[in-house]
């Protein structure tokens, strides 16, 4: 078993709680990993056999471009749909906001999930 990761994938998305924020938009960093069996792939240099990253940033653009009321929401739709179209025994997510509405100095809030089969 091994991991393949995306990191610091950037989305200008129009998720949150706030009418304002799914009007106006904000900056969403997201990190994946999955756990798949690529042996087969790492020993003959076959692309079929393992789990092609350009189909996870597809999954998640898809998902990203659907405005959400919440993040966890967000996690969990692209946790489901890697884990069903893809060949992977787990997937974690963590996608965080920058500059949350919050009552203070924050530069992001994150949420983080794991998913196995």
Request: glycine share 4%; with cysteine; proline share 3%.
């Amino acid at each position: 078993m091994g991991k393949i990761s995306l990191e610091g994938l950037s989305f200008y998305a129009y998720h949150g709680f706030y009418e304002h924020e799914r009007k106006n938009g904000n900056t969403f960093l997201l990190n994946i990993t999955v756990e798949a069996d690529f042996s087969s792939a790492a020993t003959n240099d076959d692309l079929t056999k393992t789990v092609d990253y350009e189909k996870i940033y597809a999954i998640a653009a898809e998902v990203m471009a659907v405005p959400s009321k919440l993040l966890e929401h967000v996690v969990i739709q692209i946790c489901q749909r890697i884990l069903k179209e893809l060949e992977v025994e787990s997937v974690e997510v963590s996608l965080s906001k920058e500059n949350p509405p919050i009552a203070g100095d924050c530069k992001r809030a994150t949420v983080s999930l794991k998913l196995e089969r």
